[in-house]
Every structure is written in structure tokens, then in C-alpha cells.
């Protein structure tokens, strides 16, 4: 079943990237069995996450950057990472993809991904929605995340390639800055620039990146101005991406390389857990082992070392 389905993603049948995506989404077994059969195939797309502030017009530069990609010959993958709380449910994610205009050509892919049910392994998540539409032969794939949290920080951390979205006027000019997102930017695009304050906020952006010394062979990133309702300057964002990826061969296996590295501690560490609770543990110790700790009854060195000895112990 598993070797059907894998036959039909590598097809790029766009029902069956679908529901692998929803395998992967749901958690399901079926969704890790697949990413085995399809690993091998996959390394040639490449990873662009856009990320920054809520209604900072990300979907709106993504579409634009979608057409701009399609209109180069290359085919295009989406995943808009949907801030759903467990509050809201998911009665806003028809309105984060403000992304209709592609929605009959073969050639782009659109899926949003909510954020519940993920705690933690979001960034796992999305990272393998990715490896699905590059198994299936998507030669870009954008991953669009509202820059909040860690897991979003983990997620662009994860891209080939970094723009962080900032708008004028939002009032704290150096809004996401301080949240980790400068140093995860290779490209600043400052949205809506047909506002006021556009070029304060690009100076100010600009001001924080000369405390920064780049070393000459060291890619600076660049601020750029967009209109994204327009498509203003939007070309000019393309242009640095497709720059940015001839620039930094060597930073890019490098990227990836780490990429590797933290998926498998990610999956080792869910596994563990998994195995630990499941297998070793009785149902509700792990709460009492935290209630020990929190009780001052134990240490949580002394339960940790306690725990990986009877999960070894346990085959
Ligand atoms: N004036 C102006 N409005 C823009 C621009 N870009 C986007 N917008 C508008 O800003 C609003 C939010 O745009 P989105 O593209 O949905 O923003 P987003 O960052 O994807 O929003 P979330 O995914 O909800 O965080 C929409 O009403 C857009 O039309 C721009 O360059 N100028
Ligand atoms: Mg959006």
C-alpha cells in the first residue's frame, strides 16, 4: 500500500502528495514508512522559508514569488505553516492562503499545515511535507511560517534559504529582530513599503546589520523594499534568492548537512520518548516521576539516569 503510494508521490499525482501530506500530518506510521521509500529520491528541491509578523503580506509575496518562479519554467510546492491555536480551531485557514490566483496550474502545489498537535515537532512536520513534494520533483518549495516561536525559527532554520518579512509602521521598528529572526535571515524584506516608514524601518534594519562585521566572502543580507499587492520589487527578491544559492555553495551543504543532523536528534529523542512511555513506563508514571521532581522528592538528574536505564534495559 505504502509502496503504491510512494510510486504515485514520485508520479507527482497530486492526490497522492495529498495524502501523504496527510499521512504526515496525522502522525500516522504510514507517513514515516512512505519518507523511507521515497528518502532516496529526494535533495533536489530547494528550500525557501519565508517567515515574519502576522498579516506582514507573506502569502501575498509568496504568490508573487510563485508566479515570478513559474514564469522561469520551474515548478512550484507551498507549505503555509497555519498558526492555529487550539482555541481558534481552523476557521481561519481559508484566509491565510491568500494564494487563489495559482489554483489551476498543475505546476504549483499549495498545502497549509496547522500547528496543532505538533508540539515540538512542527519543524518535523513541515520538514517532511518538504521531502514529499521534492520526492515528487518540485524544484522550489516555499515554506511560509508566522515568525513567533521557536518551533517557526526551527522551521526557517531548516530552508536553504531565509527571507524574514517586516512591515513599517508596526510599531516596534525592529519588531521580530529581537525574537532570533535577524540571525536567521539571509534575505530582509521590508513589505508594504507604500507605506510611511518603509525606508526607516530598511535603515534600521540596515543600522543592526553593520554591527555585524562580514567578512568579504561572507554573504551580507540585503534589504529589500516590496510592494507585494503590486509586485513591486518583487522581481529584485527573486533575483537574491536565485543569487543567494549560486553565492553560497558550500554554506548550502553546510545548511543541509545540519538539517540532517537535527532531524535525526529530533526523531531520536521522539523516539526515545515513545518508547519510553509506550514500552517501559505504566500508564501516568511519567506524570509521577514530575510530580516527584516538582516536589523536590527527586532530581530530575537522578530520574533521567533512572529512566534511560530501565528503557535499555527494556528491548
Ligand atoms: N498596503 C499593502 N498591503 C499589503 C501588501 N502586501 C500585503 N498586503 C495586505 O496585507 C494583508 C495581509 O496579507 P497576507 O499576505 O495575508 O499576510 P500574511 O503575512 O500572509 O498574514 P498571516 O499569514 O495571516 O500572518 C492583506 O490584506 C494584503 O492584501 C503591501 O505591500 N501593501
Ligand atoms: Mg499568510
Redesign the pocket.
Same mark, same amino acid.
Given at each position: 500500500m505504502t509502496g503504491a503510494l510512494a510510486d504515485r508521490v514520485l508520479a507527482a499525482d497530486p492526490c497522492a502528495i495529498a495524502r501523504a501530506i496527510s499521512l504526515i500530518e496525522d502522525e500516522d506510521p504510514g507517513g514515516a514508512e512512505l519518507l523511507q521509500a521515497i528518502f532516496g529520491r529526494t535533495g533536489r528541491a530547494y528550500l525557501v522559508g519565508v517567515t515574519?509578523?502576522?498579516?506582514?503580506?507573506?502569502?501575498?509575496?509568496?504568490d508573487r514569488l510563485t508566479a515570478e518562479l513559474r514564469h522561469s519554467g520551474r515548478t512550484v510546492g507551498v507549505i503555509?505553516v497555519d498558526?492555529t491555536s487550539p482555541f481558534t480551531g481552523g476557521a %481561519?485557514l481559508g484566509?491565510?492562503l491568500?494564494m487563489q490566483s495559482h489554483s489551476a496550474d498543475e505546476g504549483v502545489f499549495i498545502r497549509s499545515m496547522a500547528t496543532r498537535g505538533h508540539l515540538g515537532g512542527l519543524s518535523r512536520a513541515t520538514g517532511d511535507a518538504a521531502l514529499i513534494l521534492d520526492a515528487a520533483g518540485r524544484d522550489v518549495i516555499v515554506i511560509?511560517t508566522?515568525g513567533v516561536g521557536q518551533d517557526e525559527v526551527d522551521i526557517i532554520r531548516t530552508a536553504d534559504v531565509s527571507i524574514v518579512?517586516l512591515v513599517p509602521g508596526a510599531g516596534d521598528d525592529v519588531q521580530a529582530l529581537k525574537a532570533g529572526i535577524m540571525e536567521i535571515a539571509d534575505i530582509f524584506v521590508v513589505?508594504?513599503?507604500?507605506?510611511e516608514g518603509a525606508d526607516g524601518l530598511v535603515s534600521a534594519v540596515e543600522a543592526n546589520l553593520a554591527l555585524h562585521a562580514y567578512a568579504a566572502d561572507e554573504w551580507r543580507p540585503p534589504v529589500l523594499k516590496? %510592494?507585494?499587492?503590486?509586485g513591486q520589487g518583487v522581481a529584485d527578491v527573486m533575483q537574491a534568492v536565485d543569487r543567494f544559492r549560486t553565492r553560497s555553495a558550500s554554506g548550502q551543504s553546510a545548511r543541509r548537512r545540519a538539517r540532517s543532523e537535527y532531524r535525526l536528534r529530533e526523531l531520536v529523542a521522539a523516539r526515545f520518548m515513545a518508547h519510553l512511555e509506550q514500552r517501559v513506563l505504566q500508564e501516568g508514571e511519567i506524570g509521577s516521576v514530575v510530580d516527584r521532581i516538582a516536589a523536590r522528592e527527586l532530581d530530575p538528574y537522578t530520574a533521567a539516569r533512572q529512566l534511560l536505564e530501565r528503557a535499555l534495559a527494556t528491548p
Open positions: 515574519g509578523p502576522p498579516g506582514a503580506g507573506k502569502s501575498t509575496l509568496v503555509a498558526p %481561519v484566509d491565510r491568500r511560509e508566522v518579512t513589505n508594504k513599503a507604500d507605506r516590496t %510592494v507585494a499587492t503590486s
